[in-house]
């Protein structure tokens, strides 16, 4: 294996490792621990609460980094593998497959999941409105994560898919 396939795959570790703990996170928080904890009464609650929220904090600060590096990463060394053999990609790649548009609205989406993300965890004033009405905005941020894991999955398809061929290399076979 080569340095740049051996970064990579390091990267791709990385990224998907922290994608599961945070959507995994969100998942368990939406649908055992919030109901459970509705059942208790609300002063113990608000402790628990409070005791969770304190130990999660670093995990989730943890896993945004963790994803914003390694994905941003990835992308540029995806560009400039793209760019660096047009003959092999075909000069227009990028816009053809709308990778670029797709990389934008993931990013988009994923900035506004790690708010939530991150209110749900903090204990700013400013951001009380979310933990106000936790299961709500617990089920818009995984909502948010779906869509962010849906659109990674056509990224990745683009280019590895079974019938993805790029341009050129298609050309060359119909030839
Ligand atoms: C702003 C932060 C992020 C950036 C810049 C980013 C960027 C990327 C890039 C460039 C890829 C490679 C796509 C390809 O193979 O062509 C990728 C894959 C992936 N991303 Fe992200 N990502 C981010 C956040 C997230 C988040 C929040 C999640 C989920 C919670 C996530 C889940 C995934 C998964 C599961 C893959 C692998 C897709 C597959 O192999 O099928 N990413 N990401």
């Given at each position: 294996?080569?340095?740049?396939?051996?970064?990579?795959?390091?990267?791709?570790?990385?990224?998907?490792?922290?994608?599961?703990?945070?959507?995994?996170?969100?998942?368990?928080?939406?649908?055992?621990?919030?109901?459970?904890?509705?059942?208790?009464?609300?002063?113990?609650?608000?402790?628990?609460?409070?005791?969770?929220?304190?130990?999660?904090?670093?995990?989730?600060?943890?896993?945004?980094?963790?994803?914003?590096?390694?994905?941003?990463a990835n992308f540029l060394i995806f560009n400039a593998r793209v760019k660096a053999d047009p003959a092999f990609w075909g000069a227009t790649w990028m816009r053809d497959t709308s990778y670029h548009a797709l990389f934008g609205a993931k990013f988009?989406?994923?900035?506004?999941?790690?708010?939530?993300?991150?209110?749900?965890?903090?204990?700013?004033?400013?951001?009380?409105?979310?933990?106000?009405?936790?299961?709500?905005?617990?089920?818009?941020?995984?909502?948010?994560?779906?869509?962010?894991?849906?659109?990674?999955?056509?990224?990745?398809?683009?280019?590895?898919?079974?019938?993805?061929?790029?341009?050129?290399?298609?050309?060359?076979?119909?030839?």
């Amino acid at each position: 294996m080569d340095t740049t396939a051996v970064v990579t795959l390091l990267l791709r570790w990385a990224h998907v490792l922290a994608a599961i703990a945070a959507f995994g996170g969100l998942l368990f928080a939406r649908f055992g621990v919030v109901p459970a904890l509705a059942e208790i009464d609300a002063p113990t609650r608000d402790r628990i609460h409070e005791a969770i929220r304190r130990r999660w904090l670093p995990w989730v600060i943890g896993a945004i980094t963790v994803l914003l590096v390694s994905g941003l990463a990835n992308f540029l060394i995806f560009n400039a593998r793209v760019k660096a053999d047009p003959a092999f990609w075909g000069a227009t790649w990028m816009r053809d497959t709308s990778y670029h548009a797709l990389f934008g609205a993931k990013f988009l989406v994923a900035m506004v999941m790690f708010y939530f993300a991150s209110a749900l965890v903090g204990r700013g004033a400013g951001t009380q409105w979310v933990r106000n009405d936790r299961a709500k905005w617990l089920t818009v941020t995984l909502a948010l994560g779906l869509v962010v894991v849906l659109i990674s999955g056509w990224m990745r398809q683009l280019h590895t898919g079974p019938n993805a061929a790029p341009l050129a290399a298609a050309a060359t076979m119909s030839n």
